[in-house]
């Protein structure tokens, strides 16, 4: 009688830590950093300064579809600088390879210095991605946010062309037109 109260007196210590451990660790809903284009993005992974999300389904960083990236350029403190980011950012980008798609200016105003728009394709042999990235300035600092896209596949390149035909416009605009920011960690 005693091993059994013992028992059962462990199982009442025990069972709610042991019944804790079998549910799944997703069950807790996140609550999304921000919404771009109507689809709310939550974090995924945060390295010095950049900062990814991908909307729900696509947690996998291996495998997503639709990604935003935000890059903080701590060094670009103004516009010429902020300039000079995003040509850098342009070269890099071709240096890998990249098809530039467009590239614009929005010039500054009284109000609003300039921001920078940079339209790209990469193709790789797994996928082709776009990524569009709009430079601004935020809180005093260069930052870039950057949406992208990834259609994957050996034949990859019909569908992404009907992507971005059907979908790169109003991409562009919705990217131009966020005004939002997630809290970043931006230390000066």
């Known amino acids: 009688m005693k091993v059994q109260f013992a028992l059962a007196l462990m199982s009442v210590f025990f069972a709610p830590n042991y019944a804790g ?40 960083l291996n495998a997503w579809t639709d990604m935003v990236t935000i890059n903080i350029y ?9 300039a ?7 070269e890099t980008y071709k240096a890998h ?20 728009l940079i339209v790209v394709t990469f193709g790789r042999p797994e996928f082709i991605e776009a990524a ?22 050996k034949k990859a390149g019909p569908e992404m062309s009907a992507w ?5 416009p109003l991409t562009e605009k919705n990217l ?3 005004g939002a920011m997630p809290k970043l960690s931006v230390q000066k």
Do not use: C
Not at 97 to 116: I, M, Q
């Open 97 to 116: 390879k990249a098809v530039v798609v467009r590239t614009t200016s929005v010039p500054r105003t009284k109000d609003k210095p300039a921001e920078h």
């Open 176 to 178: 131009m037109a966020w």
């Open 21 to 60: 451990f079998l549910l799944p660790q997703n069950s807790v809903k996140q609550t999304a950093a921000f919404s771009l284009s109507n689809v709310s993005y939550f974090h995924r992974f945060t390295k010095d300064d950049q900062h990814e999300y991908t909307p729900n389904g696509q947690e996998d």
């Open 132 to 153: 569009f990235a709009r430079f601004r300035m935020h809180n005093g600092v260069g930052s870039a946010v950057i949406y992208s896209h990834r259609v994957y596949g």
């Open 84 to 90: 000079a980011t995003a040509n850098t950012v342009l």
């Open 164 to 168: 971005l035909a059907k979908n790169g």
């Open 74 to 82: 701590r060094n670009a403190k103004d516009g010429e600088a902020l």
